[in-house]
């Protein structure tokens, strides 16, 4: 019994270190980067269609600047398109659910069925797939937003949303050098106490 605990004790600690030093797709660089005291690079993206694009700049600028701290996280979109795919959401599975058991939910209203819910009852494993990617379509465009927002100590870097593409990797480069150095050179001007 306490061989299984010591086990299961180990394999927790292991799992969770494992967790936490994968983030952002870079191994092992999450955990040193939690305690640098350098700039804060911070991308806000469309995770569903961004996230290849920002782990590959990650990697390029955690080896060229391995004094940036680089965070990662979801532009979440309006909160009415978040509401809609949360409504769309339930609204499927509450559909496929219905289509399965067969109720009739026009009976319930007093209205005759339309003849797209009668296909739906005759052919249910086509009614439930269609039902599912399409809800699944739509959801995902709500949530979509095309973001691509890079922000270094909090200010602007780039934005896709404003600029309508994404920046090249010497693009990037080029502003983190520009930013690199005007930090450098604020921070070496004296500062007067009155």
């Known amino acids: 019994m306490r061989l299984l605990l010591l086990f ?16 952002g797709g870079v191994p092992g660089k999450r955990l040193k980067m939690q305690y640098a005291t350098g700039p804060l690079l911070k991308f806000q993206i469309c995770v569903s269609g961004y996230r290849r694009v920002f782990e590959e700049y990650m990697r390029v600028i955690s080896q060229r600047y391995p004094d940036i701290r680089i965070e990662g996280e979801n532009y979440l979109p309006q909160p009415i398109y978040r509401h809609i795919a949360s409504f769309l959401s339930v609204f499927k599975l509450v ?41 699944n379509m739509i959801e995902n465009q709500c949530m979509s ?48 106490r009155s």
């Open 8 to 23: 299961l004790v180990a394999a927790s600690a292991v799992v969770r270190s494992d967790a936490s030093a994968n983030l």
């Open 145 to 192: 937003t095309g973001a691509f927002e890079i922000t270094l100590n909090d200010v602007p870097v780039w934005s896709k949303l404003e600029s309508g593409h994404l920046p090249s990797m010497q693009q990037l480069v080029q502003i983190l050098d520009n930013e690199m150095k005007l930090n450098v050179h604020m921070d070496s001007i004296p500062h007067h």
């Open 95 to 135: 559909l496929i659910g219905l289509i399965i058991v067969g109720k009739d939910p026009f009976a319930f209203f007093g209205m005759q069925a339309p003849s797209i819910w009668q296909w739906g009852q005759e052919n249910k494993v086509y009614a439930c797939m269609m039902v599912f990617f399409l809800s």
